[in-house]
């Protein structure tokens, strides 16, 4: 008779020495108005936001969700987890309103990754273009990598657009 057993093969437990360090993804700088600025877009975004305190937040360790109520073509809401540091909340707001603007509510699992490299992109360039230091994205940004040609062309576009779009309506 052929068989396995169930074993743990690795664990952090399993290691010594010091702990790995966090990552930082957050956004950081001065961002001045740029948070207020983002509120004030949510009519022409399509958005509705609502700032949820850190101490009820119920989605782990995202700092922000655009959710469908409808789980379809109806407005977005964007949830955003409460924190002091502005410009980390500012990359947030404008990472949610990039899926706002790109991907609809029907959430295909195997396309979740490439949906949030996109929001991502869009996240980096505008907040770039804010004066945001957005380096702690950049891990995102690497998954294009395996996309052919083709599809990391029409990413480029579809991002390029909803960039286009976001600095449009925070210049207005």
Same mark, same amino acid.
């Given at each position: 008779?052929?068989?396995?057993?169930?074993?743990?093969?690795?664990? $952090?437990?399993?290691?010594?020495?010091?702990?790995?360090?966090?990552?930082?993804?957050?956004?950081?700088?001065?961002?001045?108005?740029?948070?207020?600025?983002?509120?004030?877009?949510?009519?022409?975004?399509? $958005?509705?936001?609502?700032?949820?305190?850190?101490?009820?937040?119920?989605?782990?360790?995202?700092?922000?969700?655009?959710? %469908?109520?409808?789980?379809?073509? *109806?407005?977005?809401?964007?949830?955003?987890?409460?924190?002091? *540091?502005?410009a980390a909340v500012a990359?947030?707001?404008?990472?949610?309103?990039?899926?706002?603007?790109?991907?609809?509510?029907?959430?295909?699992?195997?396309?979740?990754?490439?949906?949030?490299?996109?929001?991502?992109?869009?996240?980096?360039?505008?907040?770039?273009?804010?004066?945001?230091?957005?380096?702690?994205?950049?891990?995102?940004?690497?998954? %294009?990598?395996?996309?052919?040609?083709?599809?990391?062309?029409?990413?480029?576009?579809?991002?390029?657009?909803?960039?286009?779009?976001?600095?449009?309506?925070?210049?207005?």
């Open positions: 008779m052929v068989g396995f057993t169930p074993a743990s093969v690795f664990d $952090v437990s399993q290691t010594d020495g010091e702990p790995l360090p966090e990552l930082e993804t957050e956004a950081t700088g001065e961002a001045g108005d740029l948070v207020g600025r983002l509120f004030d877009i949510t009519d022409e975004v399509g $958005v509705s936001v609502r700032v949820v305190p850190d101490e009820v937040w119920g989605h782990g360790n995202a700092d922000g969700v655009c959710k %469908w109520p409808d789980g379809g073509d *109806e407005q977005p809401v964007v949830e955003l987890r409460d924190r002091s *540091e502005r990359g947030t707001l404008v990472h949610e309103y990039a899926h706002a603007l790109l991907h609809s509510g029907k959430l295909d699992i195997s396309e979740r990754a490439k949906r949030e490299v996109e929001a991502e992109a869009v996240a980096y360039i505008v907040g770039r273009h804010c004066g945001l230091d957005m380096s702690g994205s950049a891990f995102y940004l690497a998954a %294009w990598e395996t996309d052919s040609l083709e599809t990391v062309h029409d990413r480029l576009q579809r991002i390029s657009q909803t960039v286009t779009e976001i600095i449009g309506y925070l210049q207005n």
